[in-house]
């Protein structure tokens, strides 16, 4: 019975090689797949500076509704998704009714009067599940779904909003929905034995300005 070939020492040290190199590989893999699978959580607190705007139109002319954001301690949190790769933006904002300003104490009182601010003090923003669909410079884009509640009754929108970091610390979220009275229940202030007439429809935009408060990876 013959006895098996000797494989030559240089065909030893190739496969070695192929090996080695094989090896390599499968770790870059396994680590890339380990980083891609980990949660990213960022915690944003939304700062004193954030705004909210009511525009709106009567019969007669067009006003606006300022309210500077008072509370100081509404969380924004936006998650890494590492299955669809994108980011998402959840979280909660509350805003006092009594803090808005029409620049008309008639308007203001009628403004909080049919918001039923006595009853309902604040109005809730709830960002349901924003999603990445662009990521641009310094700026991300997102779509999804807002929840809003005003006077105890909520309803849901589809919001396009954007996300810009000004540094390592600080981001804006803007945003702006077109709603009505009517989707509330509500009917539209009116003054001057209904002379003048709020529109049933009118825009909300707004401007959260946000400073990072936590940072983590699972």
Not at 101 to 128: A, G, Q, V, W
Request: proline fraction near 3%; charge should be negative.
């Amino acid at each position: 019975m013959g006895a098996g070939k000797i494989p030559h020492p240089k065909q030893t040290k190739n496969k070695i090689n192929i090996m080695r190199v094989f090896f390599s590989f499968f770790l870059i893999i396994i680590s890339l797949t380990v980083f891609a699978s980990k949660e990213i959580t960022r915690f944003w607190h939304v700062t004193g500076a954030s705004s909210l705007q009511i525009n709106g139109t009567t019969n007669v002319n067009t006003f606006q509704c300022g309210s500077a954001y008072e509370s100081g301690s509404d969380m924004i949190r936006e998650l890494w998704d590492p299955y669809s790769e994108k980011w998402e933006i959840h979280g909660s904002v509350f805003i006092e009714v009594e803090t808005f300003d029409c620049k008309n104490r008639i308007m203001n009182n009628d403004f909080r009067n049919t918001l039923k601010y006595s009853e309902y003090p604040e109005i809730k923003i709830e960002f349901l599940k924003l999603k990445e669909v662009q990521n641009q410079n310094n700026t991300r884009k997102a779509q999804g779904y807002v929840k809003i509640t005003l006077a105890g009754v909520s309803h849901q929108y589809f919001l396009s909003s954007e996300l810009e970091f000004l540094d390592d610390q600080y981001s804006i979220l803007r945003g702006e929905q077109t709603f009505r009275f009517s989707d509330f229940g509500l009917e539209p202030p009116q003054k001057g034995f209904g002379l003048v007439r709020v529109s049933d429809e009118i825009q909300v935009s707004f401007d959260l300005i946000l400073e990072q408060a936590a940072y983590t990876e699972n």
